[in-house]
């Protein structure tokens, strides 16, 4: 089973290059996001847990987030392997996550990080804030705080997966099919290693 977590800063390519990954490897995308709003707009148990914690503006634990992410791997027994988008966050939760993964006689395949510079960043945030409208990409502050959150909170979790032998970081910056072909080179000799 191939089991992919991508990661990156805000306006790396996660979306664009998962999307591509996802076709590629018929892999089964696991968006915490979308998890999220899918058990808070169907009001299961988990969902409405979930909501409370939000809605008093606390981050939801991580065992909640962990049997939400569960439930849905739980949905695909048949599934070639999963691409885990927006989660792990932190140390803790990749140590859930492979707990998780170990209960099912699987595990993380690979981390693959797209590697890409704070300007770069913050020149593509812009843009697609301009294009998509997403209120939280037009403004300069909120995107350096968010990219400040990601290097304090988040980018930690390389750590993690250095020291597992399973990080694989990948120029970001470059043509999408460049970058998606070099993404799968990391994929193909993680598989015929």
């Known amino acids: 089973m191939l089991n992919i977590v991508l990661f990156g800063p805000p306006g790396a390519g996660k979306g664009t ?39 008093q503006g606390q981050l939801v634990p991580d065992e909640v987030t962990i049997n939400m992410l569960s439930a849905e791997v739980k949905k695909n027994p048949n599934a070639k392997g999963f691409i885990f988008d927006g989660f792990p966050r932190t140390s803790a939760q990749a140590a859930a996550l ?7 006689n699987s595990s993380i395949s690979l981390m693959l990080a797209l590697e890409v510079e704070e ?8 843009l ?38 399973k ?10 099919e460049a970058i998606f072909t070099a993404l799968c080179d990391q994929i193909d000799a993680k598989a015929n290693s």
């Open 119 to 126: 300007e770069e960043l913050k020149r593509r945030l812009l």
């Open 167 to 176: 990080y694989k970081g990948v120029n970001g910056i470059g043509e999408v």
């Open 17 to 55: 290059q998962s999307t591509k990954l996802i076709d590629r490897y018929s892999l089964v995308h696991l968006s915490t996001g979308d998890i999220f709003r899918a058990n808070i707009k169907g009001q299961t148990e988990l969902g409405v847990l979930a909501k409370s914690f939000i809605d």
């Open 98 to 104: 492979d707990a998780l993964l170990e209960s099912m």
């Open 128 to 165: 697609r804030g301009k294009d998509s409208g997403r209120a939280d990409d037009q403004d300069p502050a909120v995107i350096q705080k968010r990219i400040d959150v990601y290097n304090a909170e988040t980018f930690p979790v390389r750590d993690y997966y250095l020291a597992q032998n």
